[in-house]
T-cell receptor, first 113, second 110 residues
Framework: DAGVIQSPRHEVTEMGQEVTLRCKPI?????LFWYRQTMMRGLELLIY????????DSGMPEDRFSAKMPNASFSTLKIQPSEPRDSAVYFC???????????FGSGTRLTVV | GESVGLHLPTLSVQEGDNSIINCAYS??????FIWYKQESGKGPQFIID?????DKRQGQRVTVLLNKTVKHLSLQIAATQPGDSAVYFC?????????FGKGTRLSVIA
């Protein structure tokens, strides 16, 4: 298995632009998590899905953030419009359980200028 | 809300010495604890875990200790090697997604 695959690895965009981050979970994992990592706040859970259904999106900062999981093998995290304070590393993780055995992707480093 | 935190943000250790990384947690209901290692440019990787019905668990060169009385978790790395240089996170959970601490950076001095 190739593990959790995220794309792009790096994204630099101008303030106000739309940004879409992508994640392919490990096949057979029915939990998918989006985390954001910053120096100040560490790893924060944004949203998680179970069987493609969003379960808890209370960590999503504001309406500019949205996430979808149209099928078991793909999820997106969209920011529209992007702002400089959104600059961070965004990680996707998948698991077969809500707390056990998380496998993280390599992350997307987002820079909004 | 309740959160997981760390005592030390950075730790420098001589190669070959033992390392101890500490973590405090505040949610007494948590029953599962994990340590992750994150190398530069990579996502966190699982190191070792422990359930609340245990006080100690050992892996290869790593040991996790859990003190529920003072809500303290520690990771011990024996004979620290240069490849151990990374950021280490503790995380806690109970039926809900893991909550991570901010991390401790371990630097190994050759």
């Amino acid at each position: 298995d190739a593990g959790v695959i995220q794309s792009p690895r790096h994204e630099v965009t101008e303030m106000g632009q739309e940004v879409t981050l992508r994640c392919k979970p490990i096949s057979g994992h029915d939990y998918l998590f989006w985390y954001r990592q910053t120096m100040m706040r560490g790893l924060e859970l944004l949203i998680y899905f179970n069987n493609n259904v969003p379960i808890d999106d209370s960590g999503m900062p504001e309406d500019r953030f949205s996430a979808k999981m149209p099928n078991a093998s793909f999820s997106t995290l969209k920011i529209q419009p992007s702002e400089p304070r959104d600059s961070a590393v965004y990680f996707c993780a998948s698991s077969s359980d809500s707390i056990y055995g998380y496998t993280f992707g390599s992350g997307t480093r987002l820079t909004v200028v | 809300g309740e959160s997981v935190g760390l005592h030390l943000p950075t730790l420098s250790v001589q190669e070959g010495d033992n390392s101890i990384i500490n973590c405090a947690y505040s949610n007494s209901a948590s029953d599962y604890f994990i340590w992750y290692k994150q190398e530069s440019g990579k996502g966190p990787q699982f190191i070792i875990d422990i359930r609340s019905n245990m006080d100690k668990r050992q892996g290869q060169r790593v040991t996790v200790l859990l003190n529920k009385t003072v809500k303290h978790l520690s990771l011990q790395i024996a004979a620290t090697q240069p490849g151990d240089s990374a950021v280490y996170f503790c995380a806690e959970g109970r039926n809900t997604p893991l909550v991570f601490g901010k991390g401790t950076r371990l630097s190994v001095i050759a």
